[in-house]
């Protein structure tokens, strides 16, 4: 709905010239303009409050120009007062007008226009704006311009501060409104796909040329979906060879029936839309000079201009307009154009269609451009005719749409990108209205070539001018349609038959399948193919809308009738089932506190679909798909009364779902939250839990954690559990503790740990997944040879066979096996499995790691090019979450694969910044970015200082039995020693780091190791 507020300026003043009666005609003249500039423009005025006047555009029907329609009404009003102030110019006084206009949704439910009025906050908006507004001003509020930019002009003003609202309101000033829109292709946008749409315009035109008569082709489609921009590609291609005609059918207006059949008349007669009478005789002369009919066709020609009284027919009107065309077709192939036909009259269509008919021997294209409903207002619309087609506009397919947002604002960051593309689904109009607000609302910015975000963008908003569209279209339905396609968008963005039966009255159940059909013709739903009685919004957007102006009430009984439904009709809980279960009476608990707040019902409601959003957000993490988890859990966690004794343990599994998710900031405040609620509450079971997942998530976000520390509270929870018997609480903080262990350099301590964590995570599948992960990395980095990790990993993938974060975990391990044996290939083949799994789940950090290990594998293979760009990669997307607790091991390899590159001041760098954000006592990125500087200053000269680093390099892990990280420090350090010269020292180095190698199994590295040897001590390479 828009809404106009007009204020008059300088009627005291009037008042006091003029006597009582004068002043009282003068003031009656005025709301007389003021309410035919409103209704012409199919508005109506709401009320005249003093000199103001209000109106409104879109109530009670909408149309999807009621912005357009309000501000050409508003223009209007000014062009009024400017002839009334001529009037009054003698008496000195002139009169003028403030103007607001404002857009805003109707509310749902609103019974009548009035209750839509006295609610709505777009009213209180439009008012202050005219308040705001300068003399003779219009001001337009942010809504009403995104829906009128493309069509005005406007520039902004200064953002408003408006009593009663927080922060600033953007305002517009109207400038102008251009007559209508030049029908020209866009300059300078990109035009996507449509190749064989274009191609066969081309050949109809073809055709038409070759057999000399009039061909027929209809474009339609759902708005936005691209006719408009498809027939303008094809003209340009068509003006080489034709002479062009453009009429546009006009959506509203007076004498609006033949204004496209005189639009292209002028075309042909080369005139201009003032042109006087003579002009336009003497032009329809000239064009049919020679003509044996030129009388008769004239009188009908001059009939359709409007200055010739004689009667004439409807069909003499159609002859002579198909005759002119086919004198100015005579010398040129001719390609006319009507656009928007669905806004034809029915008069209209008769002409275009006898033109169609009977036109012959001039080459004439007639390219007719409609929404679907012209075929419902005319089903056998010219299709059964000879020379006639039908050209229907589908979306464009995703890759198009993806390319089309790229092309507009290159550079975009992913996220963003693939949710307008989603959101937009195949509609081009969507993605230009799209970006152009981002743009305008300063959320998107250029850089250099690129375009950037500015802060988050959580939701893809639908812009206004999608919106109005899809609204006006649903608007367009009987009220049957209209109720069940509510109903419809009530289930979901798909729906079935029986969901429909279930939520419509008996009486109606006969009918449904009938109206289905009405609503797919109009191309709202479409049937599911090869799924019987199964159907599908053909627009996501279109069930937001239909379920959003469904009045709340309605709502909330049907989505109770539907809960009701949902748990009768089945007998076995899924975890689909509890999810809708959930899904119907969270949202009908919502909506009855909304209106009814405090009712004794409600709770009832709330904590029925609280048990059931919990047990589907515990299966959702158990089965570790957090995404799900996160919203379950977070929903149930807001339904829960504060002193549920459940909601603190949902907590730690929300903030390490979080977490998997990538999402480090949210996940530490929920624990952060939970944590300062369970040591409120005394509940200690919770608390060890919620230090737990703190610390998971501290040791990924700040460096200064040190291990050590981590690991006495990791202990101190499992001591606790043991005590306490609880055996969950056990397996989670053995599994904690182990992990941290195998950090500090403990790998056979920290498998028995994982062990013991194994034997208490039954039941608890994603715990028992992240313990076979620890698990999996212990054995990669601690003593386990290469023969007994493949052994273990075998066994894994058959017990856990199905759990696919288990079967990464073994792929991963397994992968490096057969990489430390040599088979490269082999290896990567599984590390890329395990990588498919992280990545299909959404799980950036167990990604990263797996990522990391197929580098290390290209590492091994001595592949240091793909090596770098695998490790640049994760260094990118852990960056991206602000991770460092494994970036620093990924910048540490990143350091090691620079250096065996030879490029060593990068390699330096990157070493020292994995120490600058490791734990003080994180060994594995430690180690590995001091032998990096070891080299770093070996070459640099400094030969004590490089001996000293790797000497402590290989010192620090000496003491653990990461056998993988201590081999690669003493190799590290027999190169430096060999540097200085110092050959026996470095032969001895090596030699320990060959033992270490042989009894890793790692067959790759003691080969080399041994080649360095064997060549020995003279010509150690710098590997
Ligand atoms: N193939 C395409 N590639 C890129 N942009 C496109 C493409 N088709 C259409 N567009 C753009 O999408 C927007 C909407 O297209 P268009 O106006 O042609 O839709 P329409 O089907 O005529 O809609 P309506 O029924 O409302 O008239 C325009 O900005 C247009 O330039
Ligand atoms: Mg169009």
Known sequence: MTVVFSDMVGSTALGEKLDPESFLNVMAAYYNAMRHAVEVHGGTVEKFIGDAVMAVFGVPRLHEDDALRALRAALEMQTALARLNDDLRDLGVQLETRTGVNTGEVLAGASSMRDALVLGDAVNTAARLEQAAKPGQVLLGETTYQLVRESVHAEPVEPLSLKGKRGSVPAYRLISIPELQAWVRPEGTPFLSRRLELAFLESVFEAAVADHSCHQITITGSPGVGKTRLAQEFVELARRKANLLFGRCLPYGEGITYWPVIEVLRGALGIADDSLPETIRAAIATLLEGNDASTRIERGIASMFGFSDEAVTAEELQWAVRKLLEAFGRDRPLVVVFEDVHWGEGTFLDLVEHIARWSREVPILMLCIGRPELLERRSGWQLERKRSDALTLEPLSGTAVETLVESLVPGLDEGLRRRIVSAAAGLPLFVHSMVSMLIDQQVLRRQGDAWETVGEVETVIVPPTVQAVLSARLERLNSEERSLIERASLVGEEFTLDDLEVLSPLEEHEELLSIIETLARRDLVRHVPARDEVFRFTHMLIRDIAYREMPKKVRADLHERFARWVDDATTERSHAHDEILGYHLEQAFRLRSE?????????????????????????????????????????????????????????????????????????????????????????????????????????????????????????????????????????????????????????????????????????????????????????????????????????????????????????????????????????????????????????????????????????????????????????????????????????????????????????????????????????????????????????????????????????????????????????????????????????????????????????????????????????????
């Open 595 to 1023: 209106l009814r707040p405090g009712d004794e019902g409600n709770d009832a409601l709330g904590a029925r679909a609280a048990s059931v959003l919990k047990t589907a957000g515990r299966r959702a993490f158990a089965r570790h798909d957090a995404s799900g988890a996160v919203s379950l859990l977070t929903r149930t966690i807001d339904l829960l009364p504060s002193d549920d004794r459940d909601r603190l343990l949902l907590q730690g599994d929300l903030a390490r779902a979080l977490m998997d998710l990538g999402d480090l900031d949210k996940a530490a405040s929920i624990a952060k939250e939970g944590l300062a609620e369970a040591r409120a509450a005394g509940d200690a079971a919770a608390e060890h839990r919620l230090v737990i997942r703190q610390d998971e998530i501290t040791l990924n976000v700040t460096p200064a954690t040190v291990l050590r520390d981590v690991l006495a509270r990791a202990d101190e929870a499992a001591r606790y559990f043991e005590s306490t018997g609880d055996t969950d609480g056990l397996a989670l903080a053995l599994f904690w503790a182990s992990g941290v262990r195998f950090w500090l350099g403990e790998a056979e301590v920290a498998l028995e740990g994982l062990e013991r964590a194994l034997e208490h995570s039954k039941g608890q599948p994603s715990l028992t997944a992240g313990i076979l992960t620890f698990e999996a990395a212990a054995r990669i980095w601690g003593p386990t040879p290469a023969v007994e990790i493949e052994r273990w990993a075998v066994s894994v993938l058959s017990v856990y066979a199905g759990v696919p974060i288990a079967e990464a975990a073994a792929l991963t391990a397994r992968a490096y096996a057969d990489a430390l044996r040599g088979d490269a290939s082999g290896a990567r083949q599984l590390a890329n499995r395990a990588r498919s799994i992280y990545a299909d789940m959404g799980l950036p950090f167990l990604l990263a790691r797996a990522t990391s290990v197929l580098s290390l594998i290209d590492l091994l293979a001595g592949d240091l090019v793909a090596t770098e760009r695998g490790l640049r990669e994760s260094y990118d997307t852990l960056r991206e979450t602000r991770e460092t607790g494994f970036l620093s091991t990924v910048t540490s390899i990143l350091a090691d694969a620079l250096c065996e590159q030879d490029k060593i001041d990068e390699a330096e760098q990157m070493a020292r910044r994995a120490i600058e954000m490791s734990s003080p006592d994180d060994l594995d990125p430690l180690t590995r970015a001091n032998g990096v500087l070891a080299v770093a200053r070996a070459r640099a000269g400094d030969a004590a200082g490089a001996e000293a680093l790797a000497a402590e390099a290989v010192e620090s892990c000496r003491s653990t039995d990461l056998i993988m990280i201590l081999s690669d420090a003493l190799r590290r350090q027999g190169h430096v020693l060999h540097a200085s010269g110092k050959h026996d020292e470095a032969v001895r180095a090596l030699r320990e780091a060959l033992a270490l190698y042989e009894r890793k199994g790692n067959v790759v590295m003691a080969a080399r190791v041994r080649a360095t040897l064997g060549g020995s001590g003279t010509e150690a390479s710098g590997a």
